[in-house]
């Protein structure tokens, strides 16, 4: 089994940063390799959203309202992918999900992924 943990989260001010992390751990070969990798949130009442993806060769996209601000890295060495959060905004509080997929292939689609993590809490003071 593939398990990924997350952390980081935690209070940030308003236009601060935060780092969260996202490890795999378990049998993570063969089968189970892990390839495009996702973050996403969900804020009390509201849909879990997508927020950005990095493909196993460090391709990365993101959704409109964190681009230039968020920017996603993973060493593929140690089964990690990073969310840098600066500029951070109220509107980015939420519970942050680390999500793995089988595929290569980006999307900002939550049936693109099969693995996920129990996520991070991540509040924005104003």
């Known amino acids: 089994q593939v398990e990924l943990v997350e952390s980081g989260g935690g209070v940030a001010q308003a236009g601060g940063s935060l780092r969260l992390s996202c490890t795999a751990s378990g049998r993570t070969f063969g089968p189970n390799t892990i390839y495009a990798m996702a973050w996403f949130r969900q804020a009390p009442g509201k849909d879990r959203e997508f927020v950005g993806a990095i493909s196993r060769g460090g391709a990365t996209m993101f959704a409109e309202s964190v681009k230039g601000r968020f920017t996603i890295s993973r060493e593929n060495s140690k089964n990690t992918m990073f969310l840098q959060m600066n500029s951070l905004k109220p509107e980015d509080a939420a519970v942050y999900y680390c999500?793995?997929?089988?595929?290569?292939?980006?999307?900002?689609?939550?049936?693109?992924?099969?693995?996920w993590g129990q996520g991070t809490q991540v509040t924005v003071s104003s």
């Open positions: 999500a793995a997929s089988a595929s290569n292939s980006l999307s900002s689609a939550r049936s693109n992924y099969n693995r």
